[in-house]
């Protein structure tokens, strides 16, 4: 049975840096064949898509407002979320996804497997 298990979530000052980490376990084939997401839910809103990548990482999105700031990534087991000059606005859950079809951007429906999620903070 194919499972995602986070770490690296946290409390963090702004302008801080966080890197979330997301194990794979039970998939068939290793990371780049499967499209992989990060997604986050802050206190009051819906969960939205951060950063998505297709099969192989040919094509990668940002959430605008994390551009240039948050680096999505993998290894064969492991998918990352890099995030530098965290913002008070960032705090959230975040969640990583992998999905066994194609990439659709930060479509949630399109992704079969979802880690546990774990809170990420931003405070003085």
């Known amino acids: 049975q194919p499972q995602l298990v986070e770490s690296g979530g946290g409390l963090v000052q702004p302008g801080g840096s966080l890197r979330r980490s997301c194990a794979a376990s039970g998939f068939t084939f290793g990371l780049n064949h499967y499209a992989i997401g990060w997604f986050r839910q802050a206190p009051g809103k819906e969960r939205e898509g951060v950063s998505g990548s297709s099969r192989n990482g040919g094509t990668t999105n940002y959430a605008d407002s994390v551009k240039g700031r948050f680096t999505i990534s993998r290894d064969r087991s492991t998918v990352y979320l890099q995030m530098n000059n965290l913002r008070p606005e960032d705090p959230g859950i975040y969640s990583c996804?992998?999905?066994?079809?194609?990439?659709?951007?930060?479509?949630?429906?399109?992704?079969?497997?979802w880690g546990q999620g774990t809170q990420v903070t931003v405070s003085p």
């Open positions: 996804a992998v999905a066994r079809s194609s990439y659709r951007g930060s479509s949630q429906s399109s992704y079969q497997y």
